[in-house]
């Protein structure tokens, strides 16, 4: 009964990989986001979509792509993994935008 | 932009109260948050506050909301060693679309 879920929860990889991480909600929320969170504890948002549609794009690098095949889907793939992007991401949901986020258990990934 | 601002720890010891800050700057924003973040895991939604609201309570969680000085806090009664976690205040962003997270408190509670 799990409400938001990604997997995988831990993830190693070497510089240069591709990997994606998936996520789902079953809450029947329209709005999904992606969230990296830093060694420092700080949150950013990458992305959000609203009904499969793509409604926030941060400043983030082209090698990260977020895709949407459904509402209660949001995966993120990551092209030429680098050294910088080992984070906690986290996927979340809400009823719509703007409105309280609830989020998955977070995706660790460390690239070496 | 928007800025969300905590300071980063605070200890106390078992039974007493916490008093965790957030200061905000949106003054639009209809609901402001509180999340925990135990380690290992993802943010959990503790409580909310309705910004035409002064005050929340909640249990052992009282939330005060100062719009004037854009300050809220978050007071923990009879803090117990499981509530050492990362707490979050949020924001709704400008736009509406999404929540903007402060930088986390680190709250460490000594037996």
């Known amino acids: 009964d799990t409400a938001v879920s990604q997997t995988p929860k831990y993830l190693v990889t070497q510089m240069g990989n591709d990997k994606s991480i998936k996520c789902e909600q079953n809450?029947?929320?329209?709005?999904m986001y992606w969230y990296k969170q830093d060694s420092k504890k700080f949150l950013k948002i990458m992305f959000s979509?609203?009904?499969?549609?793509?409604?926030i794009n941060e400043t983030v690098p082209n090698r990260f792509s977020p895709k949407s095949p459904d509402k209660a889907h949001l995966n993120l793939h990551i092209n030429s993994l680098e050294l910088g992007d080992s984070a906690v991401y986290f996927c979340?949901?809400?009823?719509?935008?703007?409105?309280?986020?609830?989020f998955g258990q977070g995706t660790r990934l460390t690239v070496v | 932009g928007e800025d969300v601002e905590q300071s980063l720890f605070l200890s106390v010891r078992e039974g007493d109260s916490s008093v965790i800050n957030c200061t905000y700057t949106d003054s639009s924003s209809t609901y402001l948050y509180w999340y925990k973040q135990e380690p290992g895991a993802g943010l959990q939604l503790l409580t909310y506050i309705f910004s035409n609201m002064d005050m929340k309570q909640d249990q052992r969680l009282t939330v005060l909301l100062n719009k004037k000085d854009k300050h809220l806090s978050l007071r923990i009664a009879d803090t117990q060693t499981g509530d050492s976690a990362i707490y979050f205040c949020?924001?709704?962003?400008?736009?509406?679309?999404?929540?903007?997270f402060g930088g986390g408190t680190r709250l460490m509670v000594k037996p």
């Open positions: 979340a949901s809400s009823t719509r935008q703007g409105t309280e986020a609830f």
């Open positions: 809450l029947g929320h329209d709005t």
């Open positions: 949020a924001e709704v962003n400008n736009a509406g679309n999404m929540l903007t």
């Open positions: 979509y609203n009904n499969k549609e793509l409604i």
